[in-house]
T-cell receptor, first 115, second 112 residues
Framework: AQSVTQLGSHVSVSEGALVLLRCNYS??????LFWYVQYPNQGLQLLLK??????LVKGINGFEAEFKKSETSFHLTKPSAHMSDAAEYFC?????????????FGAGTRLAVHP | DVKVTQSSRYLVKRTGEKVFLECVQD?????MFWYRQDPGLGLRLIYF???????EKGDIPEGYSVSREKKERFSLILESASTNQTSMYLC???????????FGQGTRLTVV
């Protein structure tokens, strides 16, 4: 079974600083990878996804992630943090076959942004 | 836009009660999922369904069952609620294997 590891359950950055949230996965086949964001008392919203093609993926709100097969990583970055980025972030990998898939999630990283 | 609607945002139930959590999606998605979310554990898959009347166990199915009688509706059933089932429950749907899942707003269930 596939698994996802998010390094750091809490990350704190200053407003305007680089955001780096780490995600490593285990997969024996080319994976489909996702980053989701969750604001308080809300469901999950897709930030970006990697399926095939370009390994640098751009998402919403200025976030991007790079798929590195050799490192089995899919780290999320944003050049300049904004107060509104404070939320919980989840990395996920798709597992399945045929016509269905299920997403396996990491434990999440809570991002705090301070002035 | 895809919409996944969960019938309740907050629920309080008593130990031993049978609890139904309802989820409806409006985009004709084949796949539907129930996750539970607990601090420090992320999202754990309880059950999923890839077609009407089809269901598969996820990682933590014990104490739960599901029903999918219509394509758009996926129900999670707690046969006899216990305090360790106090959690946030998230429903999701997706179209294809490479497709992302779309999530509902979540139901925060408290069992007392």
């Amino acid at each position: 079974a596939q698994s996802v590891t998010q390094l750091g359950s809490h990350v704190s950055v200053s407003e305007g600083a680089l955001v780096l949230l780490r995600c490593n996965y285990s997969s024996s086949v080319p994976p489909y990878l996702f980053w989701y964001v969750q604001y308080p008392n809300q469901g999950l919203q897709l930030l970006l996804k990697y399926t095939t093609g370009a390994t640098l993926v751009k998402g919403i709100n200025g976030f991007e992630a790079e798929f590195k097969k050799s490192e089995t990583s899919f780290h999320l970055t944003k050049p300049s943090a904004h107060m509104s980025d404070a939320a919980e972030y989840f990395c996920a990998v798709s597992e399945g076959s045929g016509g269905y898939n299920k997403l396996i999630f990491g434990a999440g990283t809570r991002l705090a942004v301070h002035p | 836009d895809v919409k996944v609607t969960q019938s309740s945002r907050y629920l309080v139930k008593r130990t031993g009660e049978k609890v139904f959590l309802e989820c409806v999606q409006d985009m004709d998605h084949e796949n539907m999922f129930w996750y539970r979310q607990d601090p420090g554990l992320g999202l754990r898959l309880i059950y999923f369904s890839y077609d009407v009347k089809m269901k598969e166990k996820g990682d933590i199915p014990e104490g739960y069952s599901v029903s999918r009688e219509k394509k758009e509706r996926f129900s999670l059933i707690l046969e006899s609620a216990s305090t360790n089932q106090t959690s946030m429950y998230l429903c999701a749907s997706s179209l294809l294997r490479v497709s992302e899942a779309f999530f509902g707003q979540g139901t925060r269930l408290t069992v007392v």
